[in-house]
Nanobody, 114 residues
Framework: QVQVVESGGGLVQAGGSLRLSCAAS????????MGWYRQAPGKQRELVAS???????NYADPVKGRFTISRDNGKNAVYLQMNSLKPEDTAVYYC????????WGQGTQVTVSS
């Protein structure tokens, strides 16, 4: 069993910052890629950013230059630093850990007010 738990969401004004954290626990051998996805009301879930165990990162175009993903392999943790937040960043943010299959967290709400 693998559990993935996110934290750090909340309400922030446009231009502000938030830091999301995610940790995987349970029977873990080696996590390949960890990432953050988001889903806004009425929209499909989309990739925000991902990072491999070797540190290679990938960002969605709308967040490039504003969001930074990082990872602590020893803690099976991944973080998302979100700066210069915009109202369109409002969504439920999900953490994902790829280890044979994808394990998902329960999601954390991020709301950016204008």
């Amino acid at each position: 069993q693998v559990q993935v738990v996110e934290s750090g969401g909340g309400l922030v004004q446009a231009g502000g910052s938030l830091r999301l954290s995610c940790a995987a626990s349970g029977t873990i051998f080696s996590i390949n890629t960890m990432g953050w996805y988001r889903q806004a009301p009425g929209k499909q879930r989309e990739l925000v950013a991902s990072i491999t165990s070797g540190g290679y990162t990938n960002y969605a175009d709308p967040v490039k230059g504003r969001f930074t993903i990082s990872r602590d392999n020893g803690k099976n943790a991944v973080y998302l630093q979100m700066n210069s937040l915009k109202p369109e960043d409002t969504a439920v943010y999900y953490c994902a850990a790829l280890m044979g299959r994808t394990y998902w967290g329960q999601g954390t709400q991020v709301t950016v007010s204008s």
